[in-house]
């Protein structure tokens, strides 16, 4: 059963909003000599390397048994290349709103599973309330248009592949938590290795081998591999593991407030006057899924 969520688990929630906020600059910069299908798999055969060298300097083995590395591979596919490839595609032809508002759907689509497959995460009306409070966070801090037609002739197919790659992650989240216990470096290189054999493959056909780019996005196609896939993979793992799906997925609720913050401070971009009422929404539903084990914790002390 997940535990009572712990500091180490909360710092790990914030430094994977941070650094998944961030990835928005990233992928900015390496789309510049990039083409889409080629950032995501760079960034997977970068994270799966620096998965490797991780587990190498450890010691650590590859766990055994065909039922972890079947997990792995849908942890693989399921929360990196499918998610990837989808979003990918679909941001070519839907504003930028709508795809950050179907990430936010993520922890509706986990909490939803996580009720009828993970024991301990059923679901309450207190919990339920305070996911959509954080939704509706969301909503107010990506502000309006954010249901904006763009024009394009496939747009109304993209907006589903941007609902069907939040399906994508949540189910990749279930099937992190439901593996049997095993080492998070061992669980994620096999996973990233499992994503890179699936959408290398892709890119390949898709756009042929990718032009030598300039030293700009080339660096931030390191960053995304290093931090947003490596980095935050083991954490991913970790938090799951520990703390359960569902508190992982509420990382979503505030990975819009640190690329906001990120914009301002490394974009000098406006800051726009509904930030600090969004952020109050957002921690409020934050505080409120989690007040059912924040009172059982109080009980127990």
Partial sequence: MPATPTLGNWIALI?????????FL???????????????SGRIVIGALTLSVFAIAMGVRLPRGALVWGFALG????SNALPFFLLGWSQQHVTSGFAGISMAAIPLFVIGFAHFLVPGEGLTRTKAGGFMLGLIGVGVLIGPGVMAASGSEFEAVARLGCLAAALSYAVGAILTRRCPEVHP????????????????PVALVTDGLPPIPDARPLLAL?????LPTG??????VSVIRSAG???????????PVWSVLLGVIVLNEDLPGRFILALAIIIAGLMLARRPALSRRAALG
């Fill in 26 to 40: 990233g992928i900015a910069i390496a789309l510049e000599g990039y083409a889409p299908v080629w950032v995501a």
């Fill in 245 to 255: 799906p569902s508190f992982l997925s509420q990382v979503n609720y505030h990975v």
């Fill in 15 to 23: 430094t994977l909003g941070l650094i998944w906020g961030a990835s």
């Fill in 231 to 236: 980095f935050a993979t083991l954490l991913l």
């Fill in 222 to 226: 390191l960053y995304l591999g290093l």
């Fill in 185 to 200: 470096i061992g669980f994620g290189m096999i996973a990233l290795w499992s994503a890179s054999a699936f959408m290398l």
């Fill in 75 to 78: 942890m693989g596919v399921f």
